[in-house]
């Protein structure tokens, strides 16, 4: 049971670690200039991805889990409706979302710590709650976002946070990952 859980929590690491590494990279590269297309590209990926799923809603069976996942297409394309009306929402939006990701990830990450590493039995369990810790400090630090003035200041932002989150989850990686000496035990 704890080794099929270590095993998810090493697949969710590396996932989420390349998907942070492109993203904070391409928001840390990416001229203010492309927010409005980035904006719109996400409203029409979510729109066409709320149609697609209410039309498999209309064709399936009709059961509890069906609704729910209704629910959720119409919330993400109104969503993406309003991402198509408002000009400022689609960097909020990512900015809330990239300020949430740290704060939950550091979260889990402290709960796997001190549930699992610290049951292991493993010198330095420690090390993923501290790291995990960090990543909470720094996802309240993109709530709070002091410096946060001007549009270039906050994709700065945003992909320094991912980027860091990143950085984090490859540290994590790294630490859960056996030791050659851990595999024979």
């Given at each position: ?12 690491t590396?996932?989420?670690?390349i ?10 590269v ?79 990450g ?29 996802g ?8 946060a ?11 320094g ?25």
């Amino acid at each position: 049971m704890l080794f099929d859980e270590l095993d998810k929590a090493r697949r969710r690491t590396i996932m989420t670690t390349i998907v942070f590494v492109f993203v904070g990279i391409a928001f840390l590269v990416v001229p203010e200039a492309y927010l409005p297309f980035m904006g719109s590209a996400c409203a029409f990926v979510m729109v066409v991805w709320s149609v697609v799923s209410i039309l498999e809603f209309a064709t399936g069976p009709k059961v509890l889990i069906r609704y729910l996942g209704l629910f959720v297409a119409l919330a993400i394309g109104l969503l993406g409706i309003s991402l198509f009306v408002f000009d400022s929402l689609f960097l909020r939006l990512v900015t809330g979302l990239v300020a949430v990701i740290p704060l939950f990830g550091g979260m889990l990450g402290s709960y796997h710590a001190l549930v699992f590493a610290r049951r292991s039995g493993r010198r330095g369990w420690w090390v993923p709650l501290v790291l995990s810790l960090l990543l909470m400090g720094f996802g309240t630090m993109t709530v709070v976002s002091p410096w946060a003035y001007s549009t270039r200041a906050v994709l700065q932002l945003v992909g320094g946070t991912l980027a860091y989150s990143a950085v984090v989850y490859a540290l994590l990686l790294v630490w859960m990952w056996p030791a050659r000496g851990d595999e024979e035990r």
